[in-house]
């Protein structure tokens, strides 16, 4: 089955910190014709809409998977459970989907690729992976980020 999960907010659905989505006419051209799982992992692991901006605060998704790494609001506020717990239900919902590819959104603690902001809150990058895209990397799924412009931390 040719079919692929992207970040929910990608296609059109409100869901970021904000309140906001980043419908992308590119992501839509990437996917056509394919079978699309759209899906949130922040709202998926319980968090609200809109919340807080989060970060990685002492490594990237990965060192969270490894209990080295938390997330954090720009609070303090720690919500590394529930960033967790959106990583696995959006794994699930890959797998149910027969999704064996992922579109995710870039430099977002969750679904970043490649770069993520640094729990600075200051708008710096970092090379490493959120918390979903992360999981998705070490569990044989195909991680892509999908074009797009800059956009504030947090997403
Ligand atoms: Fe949800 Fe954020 Fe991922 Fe968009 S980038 S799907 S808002 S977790």
């Known amino acids: 089955m040719d079919s692929v999960l992207v970040s929910a907010c990608l296609r059109g659905v409100p869901c970021r910190f904000d309140g906001r989505d980043k419908a992308s006419s590119e992501v839509d051209a990437a996917v056509a014709g394919r079978d699309v799982v ?7 692991g319980g968090l ?3 919340r807080r901006p989060a970060e990685l605060v002492g490594g990237d998704g990965h060192d969270v998977l490894d209990g080295r790494a938390r997330v954090v609001e720009d609070t303090g506020r720690d919500v590394t459970a529930e960033f967790v717990a959106g990583a696995h239900r959006a794994l699930a919902a890959a797998r149910a989907g027969g999704c064996t590819e992922a579109l995710l959104m870039p430099r977002s603690p969750s679904c970043g690729r490649g770069a993520v902001y640094d729990g600075s809150f200051g708008g710096e990058l970092v090379a490493g992976d959120g918390v979903t895209a992360a999981l ?5 799924i195909t991680v892509r980020s ?5 956009s504030p931390s947090g997403a």
Request: aromatic share 10%.
């Open 38 to 44: 759209s899906f949130c992992p922040e709202a998926a």
């Open 146 to 150: 999908a074009p797009e412009e800059s």
């Open 136 to 140: 998705f990397a070490r569990n044989g």
């Open 48 to 50: 609200p809409t809109p």
